[in-house]
């Protein structure tokens, strides 16, 4: 009885408390006053890793999550993201089978590369993500020394009603540090939890780490001027512009790990007005599935625990249920009223864009799967990417053969010296990647 039920993904994981400064006015973008001039927000950051469970070595390789809540004076927003700006999959449906192949064989509960690489072959909009992971951005030093980025697109919206898309990115003022083979072995031979106890150290001896918020502006009728669909969460926006927020520090260590990590919960959907979720259809589905899975943990009252308590009244409606530890004494607890209405913002409703056409499920139109992977391998330096090479053929070479050569024709029709290379790793037959690539497009 003094046990919750474990997350499914993000189970290891740490946190810190601190505070959000806007240093760069964004009234001409949204009206969230969490972005007014000089607004000093209070916020708790977990970070995590994603698919071991808790008590996992923290050198695994694995994404980690850099999820932040904002206690703005409108009430809580959650930004829920991961260290890499991109992620595996763009169709929401597939979420719960990618967990599956990336958890342990059911059957034997070991670990897999095998039963991952299955499912990625199916799945050629992973290809950047992969590379991401298979570098050495999967085994960061510490928490404190790698970014985050919101993955999504987001919309705010001005006190005009006008309506701009974004993407969300933490610059880490501490510099990024990763772990490369070498070292991912030495640092898991002393110490498996070296990421959470150096966070602990630094902000108990007073050097909070700190992180720039920035983000990248999308205006609406830009959207069809790309060669690949911008709202797509496995796609970055290259060559666009960041534009500088606020910054993040981080002051205050956790008081008790389970009431604060393990409990709070973080809703995609928990947002504020003049900032809401785009039609991407990955964060769409987000926002219904992460408070489904939080009512399962936590219970019908998970917004009532100390740590997602917001700093203002909350007047939502909400009556009853088990565990309803709030105070509530109005006696009308419906919409409309006559009296102490709940504002309905007009402009969290407005869009100049029009819709037309069918409602359907489709493929979107302009994949591009694998060109943002061929980039991100040539931005590498010699050493990363021969890390990246031997950390990605080492795992594949162990896999189905089919799955294997349609991995690798995958990242040959990204790069050819990467295929090459994670190929000749993987032992791989180099002319019937060629062959599997020439058939892929672009």
Known sequence: R?????????????????????????SDLT???VFAAGETTPVFVRFSAVVHGNHSP?????????????????????????????????????FPDMVHA??????????????????FSHVPESTRTLTELYSDSGTPASYREMDGN???????????????????????????????????????GRDYSHMT??????????????????????????????????????????????????????????????????????????????????????????LCSYAETQIYRLGAKRLQLRIQRPTVTVNNGNQDGAMNFGKDTTGVNYQPKSSDAREEPATARYSESALAGNTQQAKIQRE??????????????????QDLIDNFG??????????????????????PEYGTGVAKVAKGDLARVKALAEKLTD
């Open 2 to 26: 003094e046990r919750i039920h474990e997350r499914v993904v993000h189970a290891r994981g740490t946190g810190a408390h601190g505070t959000f400064t806007v240093t760069d006015n964004l």
């Open 31 to 33: 009206k969230a006053k």
């Open 58 to 94: 923290e050198t695994l390789r694995d994404p980690r999550g850099f999820a932040t809540k904002f206690y703005t004076a409108e009430g809580n927003w959650d930004l829920v993201g991961n260290n890499f700006p991109t992620f595996f999959i763009r169709d929401a449906i597939k």
């Open 102 to 119: 990336f958890k342990p064989d059911p059957r034997t509960n070991l670990d897999d590369d095998s039963r991952r690489f299955d499912f």
């Open 150 to 188: 919101g993955v999504h697109a987001y919309k705010l919206i001005n006190a005009k009603g006008e309506v701009h898309y974004v993407k969300f990115h933490w610059k880490s003022l501490q510099g990024i540090k990763n772990l490369d083979p070498k070292q991912v072995t030495e640092v898991q």
């Open 197 to 286: 106890n150096d966070l602990v150290a630094h902000i108990n001896k007073g050097d909070f780490p700190k992180w720039d918020l920035y983000v990248q502006v999308l205006k609406p009728e830009d959207l069809a001027k790309f060669d690949f669909e911008p709202l797509d969460a496995t796609k970055i926006w290259p060559d666009f512009t960041e534009r500088k927020v606020g910054q993040m520090v981080l002051n205050r260590n956790l008081d008790n790990v389970f009431q604060e990590t393990e409990q709070v919960p973080w809703p995609p959907a928990n947002l504020v007005p003049g900032i809401e979720p785009s039609e991407i259809r990955l964060l769409q589905a987000r």
């Open 368 to 385: 591009q799967n694998f060109k943002q992977a061929g980039d991100l391998y040539r931005s590498y330096s010699k050493k990363e990417r």
């Open 394 to 415: 080492g795992s594949l070479a162990t896999t189905d053969d089919e799955s294997k050569h349609i991995i690798l024709s995958f990242l040959y029709k990204a790069d």
